[in-house]
Structures are given as structure tokens and as C-alpha cells.
């Protein structure tokens, strides 16, 4: 059954390419001045990690990984759905100071999550 909920008769005040407009004014102001405030760059996440790579984090103790195989590089890939870990490597990749932090923006596909609203 559907968590997904759309009230009967709901109209979108925005058409679809005002709405993208309106993200997009929304998305850069918050992370331009969650930025300053309180010393964060925003860094490139990836989309995959190597599932050798202990960066995925099992969130729940029950998410099964989306996985596909890398035929150039001999190697299993698997769409992240945690970033936890990798922020932690992130941080010590760029060299970054205490003081200062890391936000990025994450795409996922997380194929045990329930579909509602907010997801």
C-alpha cells in the first residue's frame, strides 16, 4: 500500500519550470549562507564506491546495496546510500582544518526504503 499522500483536488501554485526555478533559488541561497555561517565548503559526492571500499555504510543493518559490476576495472560497484563514512575520508582528503567542515549534496538509490512523502 501507498505512503505517498496527495491531498484530492491539490493544484501546484508553480508550473514545473518555476517550481525548478524556485529549488534552485532556495538550494543555492541555504547552502551560500549555511556556508558562511558556520565555515562548511560544499565537495562533490560520488554516485558509486567500490564495494570493497568499507565507505557504504549499512544503515539499518538491513539495506541491500544497489550493485553492478565495473568491467574496466575488474571491480563491483555499489550507489551509495550513506555518506557518513565518506565525509569522514572526504575531510581528510581536502586537508581540512578543526574549524571547518564539509556539506555536498547526495544522489542515491536506496532499493529497501519506503516511498512517502518525504522520500
Not at 519550470?17 to 565537495?43: C, D, H, P, T, W
Not at 554516485?47 to 571491480?75: C, K, T, Y
Not at 586537508?95 to 518525504?118: C, H, Q, S, W, Y
Amino acid at each position: 500500500m501507498s505512503k505517498v499522500t496527495i491531498p484530492a483536488g491539490y493544484k501546484t501554485p508553480l508550473s514545473t519550470y518555476e517550481m525548478q526555478r524556485a529549488i534552485e533559488f532556495i538550494k543555492s541561497n541555504f547552502q551560500v549562507n549555511l556556508g558562511q555561517a558556520l565555515n562548511l565548503r560544499r565537495v562533490s559526492a560520488p554516485l558509486f564506491v567500490d564495494e570493497n571500499s568499507g565507505l557504504n555504510d549499512n544503515l539499518n543493518g538491513v539495506e541491500r546495496p544497489v550493485s553492478f559490476d565495473i568491467p574496466d576495472v575488474g571491480a563491483q560497484g555499489q550507489v551509495v546510500h550513506s555518506l557518513a563514512k565518506w565525509k569522514r575520508l572526504a575531510l581528510k582528503r581536502y586537508d581540512f582544518k578543526p574549524g571547518k567542515g564539509l556539506f555536498t549534496d547526495m544522489n542515491a538509490i536506496r532499493r529497501d526504503e519506503e516511498v512517502d512523502n518525504l522520500h
